[in-house]
């Protein structure tokens, strides 16, 4: 706004220098005009000559206007009774979407003051509140004057043609002031009167979900398809998600039936959800279908693996012990078993019932070709089952610190880290991003102390006491089958 304040001023000087420089040449011009017309001579010189032709370019102007209204006075007497009335309403109706025309150019340069002032003059001359309004709105908007717009999106509100920018102008007011319930209603309203505005979709579906209208979500979703504004494949994932979350909803308010249909309806729609298929597989076995419980968790282990799953399937049979473990979990084991996750899982199984050979061929070479701080915490506790020293089994975990963390929950949108999986993200309110991957890389420990961790010392610095990690080495100590039972 100051720019454009600043170029007006600018214009104003070069203007009035130019008009100052043009009058002192015609000023000090040689020669000038000389009209003759039968006998009768008048000389004029250059500054005379030009006003002359203003004053007659003038004269001319004033001759038009008002031959306009006499040939609309004749039509008037001749029994036109609209003649006059339409030739002055042309006049300010001109003047008017002159005044709109400008308003739209200060508006479209985010001069929010000047577009405001020419709507105010439109809005005085037109007879047309669906296009004035709508500008003063969008001025006032543009300008900080919620009030005003406020107001002027109101008065939108009484005209059907206008009606729907008047909600929508409105619930962005109320959506920009937190005001998340008076938002979703007027985001019913406004996909009511225009189902097929995307942002009305998304702001309407985002609010739905805030306020954990379940329901609502999916019956939202099912819009976007059928409007061809959202990917069948997405819609039937996001579809899964929110009936998962339906799911859990009922079956906190104790409607059990109606959670595990649709927890199975969630796991059919998106079977790579983890949560979804555990939930699913829980309310089979609530009903005895060990069977089918197994099969979905082990569907969903076909699809990725997940520690999670590994829980849930263990979960089924909670009281056996880890051999007869060992072997039930052979059904899941053999499943994608060059996945880093069955690995990983087939060797605290053998470290569980004392097979320390067994868990670190499972393992294979995976602590050295993707050292990770379980995969490294697993070989710390292989080597400590062989008997290795305390020194290699403390630079094992002293390594696990400074590596790469495992997959957890993260928001793909803003990076959080969740503790479990959401259908929103906690902190930017982002639907559907919750994913099962690696954290950034970070260091945890300088690779500079490492040394002093792991009990490399020089001479001169034997009187630095090591007690970093002898916690760890003492866990490992004690660190039983039934401990890695547990974990498992």
Sequence with gaps: MMLWSLIKILSFVVLVTVITFGTEMLIEAQGGVTVQYSGFELSFGPLQAVILI??????????????????????????????????????????????????LMALASGDGREAMAKA??????????????????????????????????????????????????????????????????????AFALKPKHIETQD????????????????????????????????????????????????????KIQEARKLAAEANRLSPALVPAALLAAHGYFEQGKIKLAT????????????????????????????????????????????????????????????????????????????PTMRSLTIMAAIERGDGADDQSVRQLLTQAISAQR?????????????QSWEPLCLNCQAIDTIGWKRPPQSDAVSPQILPLIVGHLSPSDQSIPIVVLEAEVEVLDELGPTDVETKT
């Excluded at 008047?166 to 998340?180: C, I, P, R, S």
């Excluded at 998962?244 to 009922?250: C, F, G, P, T, V």
């Excluded at 084991?333 to 990983?344: A, D, F, G, R, V």
């Design 406 to 418: 495992d997959p957890q929950w993260i928001c793909d949108n803003c990076g959080d880290v969740h």
């Design 203 to 254: 702001s309407l579906l985002k609010l739905q979900a805030g306020e954990e209208d379940w329901q609502g979500v999916r019956a939202t979703l099912d819009a976007k398809l059928k409007h061809g504004v959202l990917p069948r494949d997405v819609h039937k994932r996001r579809n899964g998600v929110f009936a998962l979350s339906q799911a859990r909803e009922l079956r906190v308010a104790g």
């Design 120 to 189: 105010k003059k439109a809005d005085r001359l037109l007879n047309r509140p669906d296009l004035t309004n709508l500008i003063v709105a969008q001025a006032a908007v543009a300008d900080g004057d919620e009030a005003t717009a406020k107001a002027t999106f109101k008065k939108l509100l009484h005209d059907p043609k206008t009606r729907f920018v008047g909600v929508y102008g409105l619930l962005q007011q109320n959506l920009q002031a937190g005001e998340t319930g008076i938002a979703l209603k007027l985001a019913e309203h």
């Design 54 to 103: 203003l004053v007659l370019i003038a004269i001319l102007w004033f001759l038009s206007k008002v031959i306009g209204v006499f040939f609309a006075l004749l039509r008037f007497i001749n029994g036109d009774e609209t003649a006059l009335s339409r030739y002055f309403d042309r006049n300010r109706e001109r003047r008017g979407f002159e005044a709109l025309s400008s308003g």
């Design 295 to 370: 099969r979905t968790i082990c569907a969903a282990w076909l699809l990725e693996p997940h520690p999670e799953l590994a829980a849930g399937l263990a979960a089924i049979v909670p009281d056996e012990n880890p051999a007869e473990r060992l072997k039930r979990f052979m059904i899941i084991t053999k499943i994608k078993p060059t996945h880093p996750e069955t690995k990983m899982l087939l060797a605290e199984l053998n470290i569980a019932v004392g097979k320390y050979k067994a868990a670190r061929l499972a393992l294979g070479g995976l602590a050295q070709s993707d």
